[in-house]
Every structure is written in C-alpha cells, then in structure tokens.
C-alpha cells in the first residue's frame, strides 16, 4: 500500500496554499509530501513558433517553484520527509498517475492561469472525484480554526468512503465532525402535495442515523452532529462550511452513480463552497477514461 500525499505545485499561490495543507496533513498522518510539479510543454511545440529554449525557461521556473514549495514545507513541518517530481505532460492527466502512489491528492482551487470569474480550475475539476484516492482541493486558509469537519452523507453506500475519510480526519485533529444530510420532496411534488412532514422529517433523521451508527461505534472519541435538514444539499453543504475547517463529500451520490464525471452534489460544492473541500471517490464509481 503506498503511503505518500501528492500535491500538485503550478507556483501560483493557490499552489503553494495547497502545499502548507499537504504538509500539515502529511505530519498528522505520518507520511511523507512528495511535490509534484509539471511542465506543460507541447503547447509551444507547433511548427510555426519553434522555440526550444521556451521548455528550457520553463522546466528551469518550474524547478525554482519546486525549491520554494520544499521550503514552505519543511518550515511548516520539519519533522515531514518531502521529495520534489519534476514531470513533463497534462497536468490533470500526470497528477492522476501519481495519485496512483499516494493515498492523497491535493491541489489549489485555482492555480496561475483561468479567467478571472472562474472558482475552480480546469485541473482541479479534472482530478476531483477522477481518481480512486481523496482529492483535497485547497481554498485559502481561514484566519480561525473552526474545531468542526463537515461530511455530507444521502443515506446510501456511496458515501461511506467520505465518511471514512471524515472520521479519521474529525480523529486525527480532534474536530467535531458536523453530517449534514439535506432531504427535499421531489420538486415535482412539493407544489401541491400535502404530508405529515414531521413524520417525513423524523424518518429521514432516523435515515441519517442509522448511517452513522456503525461509525460512531468506531470512533467513540469523535462528537458527531448529525444535521438533518429539509434544503438542497449544496446550500446545507456551503453553509455549513462557512463554519468548518473541511468539507467532505462523496464524488456520486445515490442517483447518478452511472455518470462518469462528478454527481451534482460534488460537482456543486466545489463550486459553492469557500472552504478547502476534499472529495472522495464513491463506491462503485465508474473508472473514468484517461485524458
Ligand atoms: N502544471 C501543474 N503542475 C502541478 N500542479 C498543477 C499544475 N497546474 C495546476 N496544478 C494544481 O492544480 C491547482 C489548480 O490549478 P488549475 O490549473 O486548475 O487552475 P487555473 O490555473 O486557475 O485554471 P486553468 O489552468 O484551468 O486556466 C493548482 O493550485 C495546483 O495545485
Ligand atoms: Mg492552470
């Protein structure tokens, strides 16, 4: 089993942001940071802009990025062993092999390049919920600690890998662990249908609960909230991690396990949400094609 993070490092502050959260979660863990950076070179190779020294001047800025990424991490974590991976190709498509030695990714929300309006970057979006380990993608540090992890759970197997992840993350840094599960009626439905919603509410409360009751058995130390809530799962999520250090959600939820790329829920939230965010991949995910 192989037990390293991986952070992606593109020199932007987003970047390096992630490396400081690489590096505290890697001393939690007790394994090493290894700090991958790629150089993006075929765009210049096209016939009409011949321009070797371009992949020269970029594989030698990438190097210096790569010297500065092992030192923020080592002066935040000076016990952590951290390796430097200087690699050529895809970005998205070379951080997904190496996840393939690590049992973490992460990366910044947002790196050197995009539009100004954009929350989420095309690398981030192209590796959350794509590989089989937790993608960590890293907003920028709030000024207080909350003490509080948010799991989002829908009451069905798929998001058991989240929740694992959240609880050994609520264990390893004594945070409360918040589970929001956020039920609605069909839309369909709600117009003019009329229910005992109290009975409806407490059946989905006992829906919640009985996903967490094996988990709670296993991590007796964690203090877990379980949030029932009657919204849409992307404003309980948002919300709730405007108060929490982490937000963790599964990649699919219970409806859209057939699709390749991430559920709305997921997909949502990493847009949404202001918070550092890890997904994790649900049970049962299709593989996706490599790109
Ligand atoms: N070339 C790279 N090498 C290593 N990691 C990278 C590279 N590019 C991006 N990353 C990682 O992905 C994160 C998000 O960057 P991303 O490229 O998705 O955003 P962006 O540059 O703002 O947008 P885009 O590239 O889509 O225009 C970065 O903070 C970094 O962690
Ligand atoms: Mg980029």
Request: with cysteine.
């Amino acid at each position: 089993m192989p037990d390293l993070i991986v952070v992606g490092v593109d020199g932007s502050v987003p970047g390096f942001d992630a490396v400081a959260w690489a590096a505290d979660d890697a001393f939690r863990m007790h394994v090493p940071l290894r700090n991958v950076g790629v150089v993006e070179t075929w765009p210049y190779q096209v016939p009409q802009i011949p321009a070797p020294e371009w992949d020269e001047a970029l594989i030698e800025n990438s190097r210096k990025v790569l010297a500065q990424a092992e030192e923020i991490a080592r002066e935040r974590q000076p016990t952590i062993e951290v390796s430097t991976e200087l690699m050529t190709g895809t970005p998205a498509a070379v951080l997904r092999e190496q996840a393939g030695d690590a049992i973490e990714l992460v990366v910044g929300g947002r790196g050197l390049g995009g539009f100004a309006g954009a929350v989420l970057g095309s690398v981030s979006m192209n590796v959350a919920g794509q590989v089989p380990v937790p993608v960590v993608v890293v907003r920028p540090r709030a000024a207080v600690a909350h003490g509080e992890i948010v799991v989002g759970l829908d009451g069905s197997p798929t998001c058991e890998p989240a929740l694992a992840y959240a609880f050994r993350q609520a264990e390893l840094r004594g945070s409360t662990l918040r589970a929001v599960y956020a039920w609605a009626l069909p839309f369909a439905l709600a117009a003019g249908f009329s229910c005992d919603f109290e009975a409806l509410r407490e059946a989905q409360q006992r829906v919640a609960e009985e996903q967490l009751a094996s988990w709670r058995e296993r991590y007796p130390q964690v203090k877990v909230i379980a949030d029932v809530r009657c919204a849409h799962p992307v404003d309980a999520l948002a919300a709730a991690g405007d108060r929490a250090d982490l937000l963790v959600v599964g990649s699919h939820g219970r409806s859209a396990i057939g699709s390749i790329v991430l559920g709305s829920v997921s997909r949502g939230v990493l847009h949404h949400a202001h918070c550092t965010v890890t997904v994790v991949r649900a049970k049962d995910a299709p593989t996706p094609a490599r790109r």
